[in-house]
């Protein structure tokens, strides 16, 4: 990875027999994290976090897997991926010999992770980049004992994997706490194999709460513990023991520990790690509708009270459109739980039971509307394949108007494909757009189509016209319109005045 890119997170140390350790890990060996001492309850500085390591690090292990990969030519130039260099170092080895297109040699590498046991029958949870790609996996325990693992089940989409041992003997396991509970300042413990240098301990706070990279599902601890590349899946323990968070990432311009890590909260990885023990693979619940956050100049004007809930954008085929749950709807509650936000509807969602019916409860035309929804399973309608989306011929040209600093024009049937709609969808297009205008700023473009304004379809400019008159006589101040972007929607309020 390169510099400029700030967020690592943690690929296995690659190592290759029979060098040794350290040299391996100067070639960019993937490493596991572990955050150690997170207090739930406002306390002075311990004296000591001793006792908890003696008690728990036997449950902490490390993970290598191997697997099969090209070899590496020696004397070769090697550059990362990407590199506005690769062109000119594949160049470079063809002509000392090497033909830059043959195959490359195979050989056996070697990861190195961390990982902790959840159960005595040998339960391991780590995070699924580090045994990515594996054949053969093996863990290490404190005591050096070693085990061959099977992969029970991994999630992508929470960087999550679940292993499993065989041991005549039960276990040392620590048991998942509750990461809802930790509060910024509180203390945390990390334990790992940082830089493959072996068993490591270090104590930070909890920096901040609720971070998100780049996942759907994300909802990380940041911790000022130091934690490395080698720590990737080990533990993130409180005070008292207990594992509130997976060490998944680190921020930094280096590649090494500055203060800021990631490790994903227990409360996402327990409900993960369930259903890999009972399935092999995840069942989220699946709502089928897209959404977005209600910002206050959204909240002004549809006229809400508060700008809080998720805000419905579209809704394709599936549970919501069966319950009969339409764009503009502002889902408040969901299965009896408050709905603060989009990412927050997500996670309830998420935790649903599949194939139950759930209420929703939305807000309609200002009026609080209450629904049934049957829901699904996100990874079926995921396995779904896409819908064809070919271009036709050339578009029509139709008369344009200018309205709220938006060149428009009426979308014709030539030009649905290409714009990311559905043929029969009508709308406006965006010709062109003022970059003095509030519309630039709130990130409308060309090719942009508006197909809803104050919640009513438009079709033509003089449909949009009178949304704006009557928006105006209203009394509103600004006019919430539907944009979609090669057929992803989101709402967008411009300002009247």
């Known amino acids: 990875m390169q510099a400029t890119d700030p967020i690592i997170r943690f690929p296995s140390l690659r190592a290759h027999r029979p060098r040794r350790a350290l040299m391996a890990l100067g070639m960019g060996l993937a490493l596991t994290l572990s955050p150690m001492a997170g207090a739930v309850q406002a306390q002075g500085v311990p004296a000591s976090f001793a006792d908890l390591v003696e008690k728990f690090s036997p449950a902490v292990v490390d993970i290598t897997t191997s697997s099969i990969v090209a070899a590496q030519a020696g004397g070769q130039m090697q550059v990362p991926p990407g590199s506005p260099f690769e062109k000119f170092f594949k160049d470079f080895n063809g002509q000392n010999g090497q033909n830059p297109d043959q195959q490359a040699p195979m050989e056996r590498s070697e ?109 990380f601890l940041q911790t000022d513990a130091a934690i490395n590349k080698g720590n990737s899946g080990g533990p993130l323990f409180n005070v008292t023991g207990e594992v509130i968070g997976m060490n998944t990432a680190i921020l930094s311009p280096s590649g090494g520990s500055i203060g800021i890590g990631f490790s994903m909260a227990s409360n996402v990885v327990s409900k993960v790690v369930d259903q890999l023990k009972q399935f092999g693979e995840t069942r989220r619940g699946w709502l089928g509708v897209r959404i977005q956050d209600v910002s206050q100049d959204v909240a002004d004007a549809m006229g809400l009270p508060e700008a809080k809930g998720a805000l419905v954008t579209d809704v394709p085929d599936g549970p919501g459109k069966d319950a009969g749950i339409l764009s503009g709807d502002v889902i408040i509650t969901f299965n009896g739980k408050e709905v603060k936000d989009s990412k927050e509807l997500v996670r309830i969602v998420a935790d649903a039971p599949i194939g139950d019916t759930v209420p929703v409860v939305v807000l309609r035309a200002g009026k609080s509307t209450d629904l049934s929804v049957k829901l699904g399973r996100r990874e079926d309608a995921e396995a779904q394949p896409a819908a064809d989306k070919s271009t036709t011929t050339a578009p029509e040209k139709p008369a344009t108007g200018v309205v709220l600093g938006l060149t428009l024009q009426s ?76 057929g992803d929607p989101r709402f967008v309020a411009l300002s009247l005045e």
């Open 411 to 486: 979308v014709t049937d030539d030009m649905v494909a290409d714009l990311g709609m559905q043929a029969g969808d009508k709308g406006l297009v965006v010709m062109d757009v003022d970059v003095a205008s509030e519309a630039y700023t709130k990130g409308l473009r060309k090719g942009d189509v508006i197909t809803d304004a104050g919640q009513q379809k438009v079709a033509s400019l003089q449909d949009l016209q009178d949304r704006v008159s009557e928006a105006k006589d209203a009394g509103r101040k600004s006019l919430l319109l539907l944009v979609r972007t090669q």
């Open 111 to 219: 990861a190195l992770g961390s990982g902790y046991i959840i159960s005595a029958d040998g339960y391991i949870v780590t995070n699924n980049h580090v045994i990515d790609g594996a054949d053969d996996i093996e863990v290490e325990t404190f005591g050096h004992k070693t085990f061959k693992a099977k992969l029970i089940g991994r999630d992508l989409k929470t960087d999550v994997a679940l292993l499993k041992v065989e041991s005549k003997d039960p276990l040392p396991f620590v048991a998942f706490g509750d990461s809802d509970k930790m509060r910024v300042g509180d203390w945390v413990v990390a334990m790992g194999n940082p830089l493959g240098q072996g068993f490591s301990v270090s104590a930070g706070i909890v920096s901040a709460r609720g971070r998100e990279l780049n996942g759907t599902y994300d909802d």
